[in-house]
């Protein structure tokens, strides 16, 4: 089920309302990290926050949309913490290193927390998979973010792909998201590597699509995702096809 219309989340809250959500946001992230998402119930989070039953569920519908909540403070602070990266890069690996880097700055007080749930949000269809409906919003943050990447590089891009590699950026930096959740290594140290010699390769790969050659392989693979992963954002059209959303 989607927020409600009158939540805070679209941006009708008044600056109380707003304490109040982030009040019951702070108290879930740290039940859930203390007691875990499973044994965590609204009603704890509600008591512990000092708000009614009610007005828990007023701000929230459920668990899940706490979470969404917590998806979509980490992608509005990720969109502020990459502002200098983008501001000072034009190089294309280095804009999407720091970009990547930044995120897993942001993640790193959050990471058991998200070993704990990753169970739920594995689940197709959970709406704490990043590929839900419900998660359209952080995603479509997210996604924005590559497209600030590549916009601002000195790598040129073809007319035509400028739709297409911000979403394929953007699971590639899902891929590196699920490795961040398996790492056990001392301050994720192979998390950070991985996120350069993924930008390195991501930055190699955009810069060889200016040639025309390559380039219905790169429509071919952001297809591919498109029409198998689940709630995967939407077709572009080609010869032939009309957009699905």
Known sequence: MPARNDSPRTGSATPRSGQTRALI????MRLFRERGYDRTTMRAIAQEAGVSVGNAYYYFEGKEHL???FYD????EHQVAVREILARETDLEARLAGVLKAWLDIAA?????????????AD?????????PESEQAREAAIGVHRQVLAGARTKVPDELRDVLPELMWLSQMGLVL???FDRTEGRE????????????????????RFRVLRPLVREV???????????TRQLPGPGRKPVR
């Open 124 to 132: 197709p269809d959970s709406p704490l998979s990043p590929f839900s």
């Open 109 to 121: 007080p959050y990471h058991e927390f998200a070993v704990q749930f990753f169970k739920n949000a």
């Open 222 to 232: 952001h297809e591919l995702f498109t029409d198998f992963l689940p709630g995967m």
């Open 67 to 69: 979470i969404q909540g």
């Open 179 to 181: 490795y961040w959740i």
């Open 73 to 76: 403070r980490i992608a509005a």
């Open 25 to 28: 946001l702070e108290t879930a």
């Open 190 to 209: 192979r998390s950070y590597r991985l996120a350069e010699r993924g930008a390195r390769l991501t930055a190699r790969g955009v810069a060889l699509a």
